[in-house]
């Protein structure tokens, strides 16, 4: 059996830097500050580093191109900096204080009526492998690399001490998004305060988050912008909201519309959804929470709804499944245009990262000529700014989504 290693904190001083030096022709991609090194990329490297260790890197005539942390695997360097630094904590404390005033560009920070919001978005912020989301003063923090989760608790430390912002709890929930290959042990839990689940706001709107049990950080905050758009669509209409988790977009809808029905095959967030519905709603007939398969729910929708929500789970994580992905999100919208009422409205949606943009869209496509409805496309949505998109690493682009108008 394979023993669990747990690494001692990383001691910044202590280090004599590994070097990884790069073949010929491949430091191309790092001069156009992409932030990854493949392992393929790599000729050398003088000595041995541990998973986690900051490397410096170096092109083939050992001129000097990046620091980063050591991973071995297919990814072998996430970088953190193009220019020579310790990489220590005042350069973190830095790059997350640049990530804090860029939501405050955004509005985000002290906004009364939006408690939540991505606060670190990995790569988008510069910062690979370290995702922070903020739930009125509770951060919760997933890290994807073993590098990032050696230093967790200071960056526990820096979080605790931001300009403007108020923390009382800093919860790391890392222990199913540290590469399992690596062996290393982590379990979820409090590096700072303790807090329980609570209501946060999202443009007006409550939520009970759970961050504990619930999906990713707790609560899907990358669909804040989708949601305030569904309501130019929902007053007086009949709407199914379709892989609903915790009720985010059913929330929305239930401002004006005239019936609302979430669907999820998860007991616990359809619980949730109906709680949500309850603190914003009370108990309010127009709305009715189904916990089933959503695939078997829309065998029997056929002219029951005016506006359909499709927001279903990642169907491709590696780009080996693509097909079938693709496949999927075909058979998914080809029911939805199919059933839907005419003058009807769907907010269709795809996580997966590796299903680009046109792909989706060509899935969305096949579905609609495979049935004898005129579709047009009226919105094309992403995800929202505080999840940005480092323009030198497009991976970092994962949600997108079409508004529908069928006819
Ligand atoms: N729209 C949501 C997020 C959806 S996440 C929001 O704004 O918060 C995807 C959801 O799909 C998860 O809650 C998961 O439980 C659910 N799910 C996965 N497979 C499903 C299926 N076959 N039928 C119904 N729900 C499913």
Redesign the pocket.
Known sequence: MEVPILCPPFNYHSLERVRIILKSGKEQSVHRYHPWIFSGAIKKIYGSPAEGDLVDVFDSKEEFLATGHYQPGSISVRILSFEQTEAGIDFLRNRIRDALDFRKLLGLVGNPSTNVFRLVHAEGDNLPGLIADYYNGVIVLQMHSVGMYRIRNDLAEIFTDLPGLTITAVYDKSESTIPYMSGVAGANGFLFGSADPAVVTENGFKFMVDWKTG?KTG??ID?REN?KLLNLFTSGKRVL?????????SVYAMKDASLVHT????GP?IELADENIRLNYGDNRRHESFT????EFMNDIGGKYDLI?L???AFAKHNNVLGNALQGYKRLNMKAIEMIRPGGIIFTFSCSQVVTKENFRKSVFAAAANTSRKVRILHQLSQPPDHPVNIYHPESEYLKGLVLYVE
């Open positions: 999906q609560f899907f669909q949601r909201n379709l892989f609903g988790y915790t009720g985010g977009f669907v999820d095959s998860s967030a089933t398969n959503a695939f929500i927001d279903p789970p």
